[in-house]
């Protein structure tokens, strides 16, 4: 599984806003704050929220106040569900390994029980590990992502 850097930097934002849930009562956080923790423009980073947003797993507010916030506690988002809106599926399979009839079907039985392994430690884990621990544990949850990364 490979994570694009809309993932990446919806997943540091994530844990960041958990940590604002956890210590500072959910106050709003404007975006170029935390476009300057993930070091990334505003810009990109609203494109990184919106969807987040739309799927109510963020609450949105304009003005001088505004910005985001957690519209759940931690432990009620999974990590899956926050990657469904960032990725859209989870691991997307080649459609002749998702039809268990094909002549390869040894195959496609090893790849939807790795698609579904993944979708389980997905889904039964909320985005609290996020925040989870030390600074230290922070760049190491960072180098996680990363090294999930998709590049093209």
Same mark, same amino acid.
């Given at each position: ?16 806003? =958990? ?21 990334? !423009? ?37 990590? @899956? ?22 002549? =390869? ?8 029980? =790795? ?10 884990? !909320?985005?609290?590990?996020? @925040?989870?621990?030390?600074? @230290? ?16």
């Amino acid at each position: 599984m490979r994570l694009t850097t809309k993932s990446q930097y919806g997943l540091r934002v994530m844990g960041d806003l =958990v940590r604002n849930w956890r210590g500072n009562n959910n106050k709003f956080l404007q975006v170029a704050e935390l476009a300057s923790r993930c070091q990334t !423009s505003q810009k990109y980073l609203e494109q990184v929220l919106l969807p987040l947003s739309h799927a109510g797993v963020l609450e949105s507010k304009r003005g001088q106040h505004g910005g985001y916030r957690l519209n759940r506690a931690p432990e009620d988002i999974s990590l @899956a569900e926050t990657l469904r809106h960032l990725e859209g599926r989870l691991m997307p399979i080649p459609k002749w390994a998702d039809d268990g009839t094909s002549d =390869v079907s040894a195959l496609g039985n090893v790849l939807r029980q =790795v698609r579904d392994s993944i979708r389980h430690i997905l889904e039964n884990t !909320s985005i609290a590990v996020l @925040a989870e621990g030390s600074d @230290a544990n922070h760049a190491r949850t960072d180098e996680a992502v990363e090294t999930l990364m998709y590049y093209i």
